[in-house]
């Protein structure tokens, strides 16, 4: 299934975000480790759900019946299914990378020494805002694709009925990808609200506890996997 592409690429992404992780757990005064682990664990969930809608698309193609293969039953162009989302969620991607860079740029090191966390905090503010800004978009995507994922599979269930060949697989995989749309959902909408923090506004508390970061970040990515 070559259209899994974008699940390997995540698995990647995290695979060395969490190494990075460790890496600056074990010397918190390298900067580099903390920031290459906190951008790779902020992005690698975007390649989780375009590989949800490559799946969706190839199971509405496999399973829907001709006479119903149009905007009108499906809420979506079935022939751009694919490349709707993906744009969509390239776009937000594209937006949370510049976000993302901006921040990390303000946390670099400082060849002069004269810099404060304050003054960071300040600077970091744009690309705080352009980050939350992509998050939203990427919310807004996950739940419109859940929305029209969850009501093909109401609206196909009479088609089950039907042998297909593949022992009503695609069935399962239906609620497969409805599931960890809506995990991918519920980690974007943590990330969101845990982004915009500093010592004046924010949900200080999603910063300042680990067991936050496993649960509502970590652990649904996991299942999704």
């Given at each position: 299934a070559y259209f899994f592409w974008a699940t390997i690429i995540a698995i990647v992404m995290l695979d060395l975000g969490f190494i990075?992780?460790?890496v600056s757990a074990y010397d918190e005064q390298k900067e580099s480790p903390f920031l290459a682990s906190w951008l790779?664990?902020?992005?690698?969930?975007?390649?989780?759900a375009a590989a949800c809608y490559t799946a969706f698309s190839r199971v509405v193609w496999f399973s829907?019946?001709?006479?119903?293969?149009?905007?009108?039953?499906?809420?979506?162009?079935?022939?751009?299914?694919?490349?709707?989302?993906?744009?969509?969620?390239?776009f937000s991607f594209l937006i949370q990378l510049v976000g993302a860079s901006q921040i990390s740029r303000q946390y670099d090191e400082d060849m002069q020494g004269n810099r404060t966390i304050a003054s960071s905090e300040r600077k970091a503010l744009p690309g705080r805002i352009i980050l939350i800004l992509?998050?939203?978009?990427?919310?807004?995507?996950?739940?419109?694709?859940s929305i029209i994922s969850m009501r093909y599979f109401y609206i196909s269930r009479h088609w089950a009925a039907?042998?297909?060949?593949?022992?009503?697989?695609w069935r399962?995989?239906?609620?497969?990808?409805?599931?960890?749309?809506?995990?991918?959902?519920?980690?974007?909408?943590?990330?969101?609200?845990?982004?915009?923090?500093?010592?004046?506004?924010?949900?200080?508390?999603?910063q300042s506890h680990?067991?936050?970061?496993?649960?509502?970040?970590?652990?649904?990515?996991?299942?999704?996997?």
């Open positions: 990075c992780r460790l790779m664990i902020l992005l690698a969930p975007s390649f989780l829907c019946p001709t006479h119903a293969l149009n905007f009108k039953t499906l809420w979506c162009f079935p022939r751009y299914i694919t490349a709707t989302f993906v744009c969509f969620d390239l992509g998050l939203v978009l990427q919310v807004l995507c996950f739940l419109s694709f039907h042998d297909l060949g593949d022992l009503h697989l399962k995989l239906g609620y497969t990808i409805n599931l960890s749309s809506v995990l991918i959902a519920l980690r974007a909408f943590y990330r969101t609200i845990e982004i915009p923090h500093d010592r004046n506004y924010g949900l200080l508390y999603l680990e067991w936050c970061f496993w649960v509502f970040d970590a652990a649904p990515v996991l299942a999704v996997l």
